[in-house]
């Protein structure tokens, strides 16, 4: 049979308009990704940056300066210098469990934003069990840490990384009874306006959520997995380079997303989002993260306010004090929503 050669031109055309047509939506996928993970790169620069400013001002000293306009490219330059270093293996480590580990726990959490919404269905997953997603995927970070400290083969590091799986585990239990009430994020949020911040409709859940994010963000005075005085670095001894920075952006995430989960729709609540579009949608993204860096205040003051808890303290305090509480608090508010009916 002989095929004319239009209908050959054709046949390819329709080919090659396929293949863009698959090229154009594998991209149309990767962009929000990509736009996520840039966002979080440069969220990390901006926290170090007002840590260290922070905590320069409270201890009354002379903060970054040099580097930038007040210091704002010091972070960008310790993260280059982390990107060039030497990565350096022990000797008689296991190098698979030792370079696994900080991917693990870098990249649960960077997955574990996928559910944040910066505004009003201005998020790249939005599942009606956003919160409960969050928590098991985060739950997998301190498996990442286990694995560095057995890893290296070094006796601070596997300490480190035996408390920093104690630690979670003690703490995501109250902090998964606080959220419970909370399983839509979006929705939740933003039907109530102002007064759908969890702050103003669960304030016992809050300051356990507050406390319990804390020590799972290692944060003082909870910092036992990487207690320099005792550990030198807690799992993070034995590392260096770029695996020691994907750590130190683990480290920091958590604590941008744990304190923008009592979030509200500033926009939604002027309905900005339903007469300006693209507008309400930035100025949307703006006031999330404005009253997440305000919030940043209490792991920053807490850091050189508060001593560091012993570990059978640091334990009681999560088993004793804040998981009957929160048992209590859940109770209290499944009472209330039955009689509400």
Not at 122 to 134: P, Q
């Amino acid at each position: 049979m002989i095929i004319d050669t239009p209908e050959v031109q054709d046949i390819d055309s329709f080919s090659r308009l396929e293949f863009f047509k698959e090229v154009y939506g594998i991209l149309w996928v990767l962009v929000p990704i990509l736009t996520l993970v840039v966002g979080i790169t440069i969220g990390v620069l901006v926290i170090v940056w007002l840590e260290r400013e922070i905590s320069a001002g409270i201890q009354q000293r002379i903060g970054p300066e040099y580097a930038g306009p007040l210091g704002v490219l010091q972070a960008l330059a310790d993260g280059t210098k982390l990107l060039f270093k030497e990565n350096l293996f022990p000797s008689r480590g296991d190098t698979r469990l030792f370079s696994i580990g900080p991917s693990i726990a870098v990249i649960s959490i960077l997955v574990s934003y996928s559910v944040v919404p910066f505004g009003y269905h201005l998020v790249l997953a939005d599942l009606n069990i956003g919160v409960f997603l969050w928590i098991a995927i985060s739950s997998i970070a301190p498996i990442g840490l286990l694995m560095s400290g057995y890893g290296s083969n070094n006796k601070y590091s596997f300490l480190g990384g035996l408390r920093a799986a104690a630690q979670s585990i003690s703490y995501e239990i109250p902090l998964t009874l606080c959220v419970s009430s909370t399983i839509d994020i979006v929705e939740v949020q933003s039907k109530y306006g102002f007064w759908g911040w969890n702050l103003w409709r669960q304030p016992i859940g809050f300051i356990i959520f507050i406390i319990s994010s804390l020590a799972k963000c290692e944060r003082l005075p909870f910092d036992l997995p990487e207690a320099e005085e005792e550990l030198v670095a807690g799992y993070q001894t034995e590392y260096s380079g770029i695996k020691f920075g994907l750590f130190y952006v683990a480290s920091y995430k958590p604590i941008g997303w744990n304190i923008s989960i009592p979030d509200i729709y500033v926009s939604e609540l002027f309905e900005i989002n339903k007469t300006c579009g693209v507008f309400g949608a930035i100025i949307g993204i703006f006031i999330t993260l404005a009253k997440t860096y305000l919030f940043l205040f209490i792991p920053i003051t807490t850091r050189w306010t508060l001593p560091r808890l012993r570990m059978d303290q640091l334990l009681n305090l999560g088993w004793k004090f804040l998981l009957p509480i929160s048992l209590g608090n859940l109770l209290l508010t499944t009472s209330f929503q039955l009689f509400s009916l």
